[in-house]
């Protein structure tokens, strides 16, 4: 590997000819004047419904005000939502901010998803609704049964598809699985508007109610004398959740790219698998029908590994080797202070016991294969002193 170039634990990428594209649209909506709402927006959506096989693509202005958009347009209001603690804080508290309840599970120990048992466990006559976090971009392989299930217990299903831009299972995509689904457009996602959230649904009454909640819940009235503006009628109390037309500029770009940014994080991954060592480390496996995204690839210590022996793992690859590591959802979000109130006597036996030996290996669109090879014998040599 060219010790030159540097590893990082995740990084956008936007390469040149997109970066001069993006420069000759933000120069143009300067020009114009049109900073919301635009026709970058518009295209941007149009494109998101089509990855995603949706009828309908909303916009907003981060991960997480998708998510509570999502939720409060289902019309829920005081039900309990089930949600997998193995997720970043924005989807519990996009629960909790859309004033329902957030039941936080348990997670499965392969894909550190939800599955049909964990429902079926924590439902009771007071659940509405199922939040179903892709944890790093991974489609659950019960996904029919789950389904199935939803709807026999009229339960809306709401994807949490913020690692999950251009997964697929089936040949169904993220996003298209359930009733909604939100995704994240940060920095470090598959692909970025550097800020933003994506909602996607084949409902359309959802759709608009959708649109309306971005927009501080209001319409625009209509104009009884044409070019006169006659101001807005709220309907319901929000806020500003709209998306920037630079930030939609950015995201034209990017959504271009999906198919070539995971089919290279998938090379990345599938080279992690072969020279990892599999004996002392779980490394990740997905089903033939499947497309993982591998937002992050994550990988766990040996069973009976410490909280200390972790940290000093970590630390090891980045001081000994320049690898920096992620431990991404950890403390986990049943450890929050945030959600003290909601966790009662429930207990997370599985979870506890993996997110304390897990971590995340770089994986980026930029990162070569020189350097995924030097990052698995990396940890293969450190592997032996545990």
Request: glycine fraction near 6%; include cysteine; charged fraction near 25%.
């Amino acid at each position: 590997m060219d010790t030159n170039k540097k590893l990082y634990r995740a990084k956008p990428f936007l390469p040149k000819e997109d970066k001069i594209w993006i420069e000759e649209a933000w120069k143009e909506i300067l020009d114009s004047g049109m900073f919301i709402q635009g026709k970058y927006v518009k295209q941007f959506e149009d494109l998101f419904a089509e990855l995603c096989g949706t009828k309908y693509a909303i916009a907003t202005n981060s991960g997480a005000t998708a998510l509570e958009v999502m939720i409060r347009a289902t019309g829920l209001v005081g039900k309990k939502i089930l949600c997998p603690t193995q997720t970043f804080v924005a989807s519990v508290s996009a629960i909790e901010r859309s004033n329902n309840i957030p039941v936080i599970t348990d997670i499965d120990p392969i894909t550190q998803c939800l599955n049909l048992d964990i429902i079926k466990a924590n439902i009771d006559e007071y659940t509405e609704g199922v939040m179903w976090v892709h944890m790093g971009g991974r489609l659950s392989p019960d996904y029919l049964e789950i389904k199935q299930y939803c709807d026999e217990m009229d339960l809306v299903l709401l994807e949490d598809a913020s690692h999950a831009v251009g997964a697929s299972i089936d040949n169904i995509s993220a996003g298209n699985l359930g009733d909604a689904g939100a995704f994240s457009l940060f920095a470090t996602k598959i692909i970025t508007s550097g800020e933003g959230g994506m909602i996607t649904t084949n409902d359309e009454k959802m759709a608009e109610q959708c649109r309306i909640l971005r927009n501080h819940g209001c319409v625009r009235n209509e104009s009884p004398v044409p070019g006169l503006d006659f101001g807005v009628t709220c309907t319901v109390a929000s806020s500003n959740y709209r998306m920037p037309e630079m930030a939609a500029a950015i995201g034209v770009t990017q959504i271009k790219r999906t198919d070539e940014f995971v089919a290279k994080r998938n090379l990345l991954a599938d080279r992690y698998k072969e020279l990892l060592n599999g004996d002392k480390l779980e490394v990740p496996t997905i089903p033939d029908n499947a497309i993982m995204t591998w937002w992050q690839y994550i990988v766990a210590l040996p069973k009976g590994t410490s909280l200390e022996q972790r940290t000093k793992f970590c630390e090891d690859l980045l001081t000994k080797y320049s690898i920096p590591t992620a431990n991404a959802y950890w403390p986990a979000c049943h450890e929050q202070p945030a959600f003290e109130e909601f966790i009662g006597d429930q207990t997370y036996p599985v979870a506890d016991e993996l997110l304390l030996r897990h971590l995340a290996l770089p994986m980026y669109v930029e990162m070569d294969l020189d350097q995924v090879e030097y990052v698995a014998n990396s940890v293969n040599e450190l592997l032996n002193d545990y």
